[in-house]
């Protein structure tokens, strides 16, 4: 059973810093690429971050370049997010997701994990 677990949401102040966590299980975790995606209420699910972690190869969304990082350990199966200088319209619930990289960029997604909040204020 394939499984994505998130972890590391919370309230946060702006210009904060938050870690998250996306625990995978259940598929070759080296065949894939795992995305973070997030949904502010009233808006539409946006890709964030992706990568590949068989060569480690990225995507970072416009809104997000500069300020997070993605990176994954392969020995852990776990895909984390370093999200800094946090802004007040990062605030969503952030989803992981795997896939293939580019079909994860552009919104394409196989798994998807259960989600956790992220909440920045101002």
């Known amino acids: 059973e394939v499984q994505l677990v998130e972890s590391g949401g919370a309230l946060v102040q702006a210009g904060g810093s938050l870690r998250l966590s996306c625990a995978a299980s259940g598929f070759t975790f080296d065949d894939y690429a795992i995305g973070w995606f997030r949904q502010a209420p009233g808006e539409e699910r946006e890709v964030v971050s992706v990568i590949r972690n068989s060569d480690k190869s990225t995507y970072y969304a416009a809104s997000v370049k500069g300020r997070f990082t993605i990176s994954s350990d392969n020995a852990k199966n776990t895909v984390y997010l370093q999200m800094n200088s946090l802004k007040p319209e990062d605030t969503a619930v952030y989803y992981c997701?795997?896939?293939?990289?580019?079909?994860?960029?552009?919104?394409?997604?196989?798994?998807w994990g259960q989600g956790t909040q992220v909440t920045v204020s101002s």
């Open positions: 997701a795997a896939g293939l990289f580019t079909r994860l960029r552009v919104g394409f997604v196989d798994y």
